[in-house]
């Protein structure tokens, strides 16, 4: 009987994992056809990534970072690709101002919101917590308190849309590591913030889909964030995979699809 417990409950709790982590796989690129999305961080990496493929499947895309030299090329790309249109508007999201005002431009370029992708991250460090805290402040501000700024500017069209919140997160904000404080610390608040909302929408009945992405390493071939590098040292092993990231279209619907409602956390490690 002992034996058997071992074994089930582990087994048991593998099989929940699974189903509550899985992708769904009825996601089809037409779905973002027309769609109007915000993709922030998007001169590098995964955001970058992400703009490609939205562009692909011919989304109206308006991206945002500090690099304007950067955001240009990236637009370029995305309408070769067969983008609906493609835009940026440059800046820093140290600034809330900032952050509420890329929102606007979605507004009036594009008339609406279908989908806001949250991804961009600031610069911090790989080692043990100096006692900085106005570094750590200051990652609050461009890690969290923006993706708050930026969503509340955006309900009011994403509810008219039935649209979909995307936050780009980390293993590092699901279980705490060293080396890794303050970035540590903004992934969480990113998951209190965005998990709860989320209850309230559903208790509220709000349409609007919000999906937190869970990452594990991908190498992008540089990285703002702290990483653990190498990550085989680090009980996360299992989830880090060095890929290119958004290779596939089936990651990209894990990313959450405005014509689905279903809210969820979304492990997004795997191999393409
Ligand atoms: N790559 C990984 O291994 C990994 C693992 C777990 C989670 N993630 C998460 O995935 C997301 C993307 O990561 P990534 O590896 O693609 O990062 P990245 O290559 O460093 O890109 C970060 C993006 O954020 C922008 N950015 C940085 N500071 C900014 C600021 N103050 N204001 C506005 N934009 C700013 C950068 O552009 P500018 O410099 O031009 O502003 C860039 O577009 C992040 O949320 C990260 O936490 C990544």
Redesign the pocket.
């Known amino acids: 009987m002992g034996r058997l417990q071992k074994i089930l409950i582990p087994f048991l709790g593998l099989v929940l994992a699974f189903w509550f982590y899985s992708a769904r796989e009825n996601f089809k690129p037409e779905m973002l056809k027309g769609k109007r999305v915000i993709v922030?961080?998007?001169?590098?990496?995964?955001?970058e990534q992400m703009a490609y493929h939205l562009a692909r499947m011919g989304s109206h895309i308006l991206i945002?970072?500090?690099?304007e030299a950067?955001l240009q090329k990236v637009v370029e790309r995305c309408l070769e690709l067969g983008a609906a249109s493609a835009r940026y508007v440059s800046g820093?999201?140290?600034d809330m101002a900032f952050a509420e005002h890329v929102v606007k431009e979605a507004e009036a370029s594009l008339g609406g919101l279908d989908m806001l992708i949250l991804?961009?991250?600031?610069?911090s460090y790989f080692g043990y917590f100096d006692g900085d805290v106005g570094h750590v402040r200051k990652l609050l501000e461009?890690n969290f308190l923006s993706y708050v700024a930026m969503t509340v500017s955006a309900l009011p069209m994403l509810k008219e849309s039935e649209g979909s919140i995307v936050v780009?997160?980390?293993?590092a904000g699901k279980v705490g590591f060293p080396f890794t404080v303050p970035y540590s610390a903004t992934?969480f608040a990113l998951d209190g913030f965005f998990s709860s909302l989320r209850q309230e929408f559903s208790i509220q009945s709000v349409n609007v889909s919000i999906t937190l992405c869970i990452?594990?390493?991908?190498d992008?071939g540089?990285?703002?964030?702290p990483?653990p590098s190498p990550c085989p040292t680090l009980p996360f092993t299992a989830l880090c995979h060095r890929l290119s990231p958004f290779t596939s279209q089936h990651t990209l619907g894990s990313l959450g699809d405005p014509t689905k409602k279903q809210s969820q956390n979304s492990v997004l490690s795997h191999a393409p």
């Open positions: 922030t961080g998007a001169s590098t990496g995964i955001g945002t970072a500090r690099t950067k820093t999201m140290e991804n961009h991250v600031g610069t461009i780009v997160s980390s293993m992934k990452l594990g390493f991908i992008t540089k990285s703002s964030h990483s």
